[in-house]
């Protein structure tokens, strides 16, 4: 059974960090790219970053491109975001998805299984 659990999400002052993760089982991260995407109050679900499944590549948005990093851990089968220098913008709920290419996802494809997500909140 295909699963992708979010973690990590909190309420955090700006400019602090966080790390979400995501548990992925019943497939591989060799075989899927692995994206995290944001839905902010009132707004749709954007996209953040994605890692690529063949190589490992990375890849941002640009409004946190520099903050942000995406890395994957092939050994417990988890993609984590780093989050530095959190704004107030940056609230919103976490998800990350599986897709068969991170181009995919940056267009705008629907992916076939993604997370519950995890709520940050940045705020003083």
């Known amino acids: 059974q295909v699963q992708l659990v979010e973690s990590g999400g909190g309420l955090v002052q700006p400019g602090s960090s966080l790390r979400l993760s995501c548990a992925a089982s019943?497939?591989?991260?060799?075989?899927?790219?692995i994206g995290w995407f944001r839905q902010a109050p009132g707004k749709e679900r954007g996209w953040l970053s994605c890692?690529?499944?063949?190589?490992?590549?990375?890849y941002y948005e640009d409004s946190v491109k520099g903050r942000f990093s995406i890395s994957r851990d092939n050994a417990k089968n988890t993609v984590y975001l780093q989050m530095n220098s959190l704004k107030p913008e940056d609230t919103g709920v976490y998800y990350c998805a599986r897709e068969s290419s991170c181009w995919r996802l940056r267009v705008g494809a629907t992916p076939d299984y993604r997370g519950q997500g995890t709520q940050v909140t940045v705020s003083s």
């Open positions: 019943g497939f591989s991260l060799d075989s899927y790219s």
């Open positions: 890692i690529a499944s063949s190589d490992g590549s990375t």
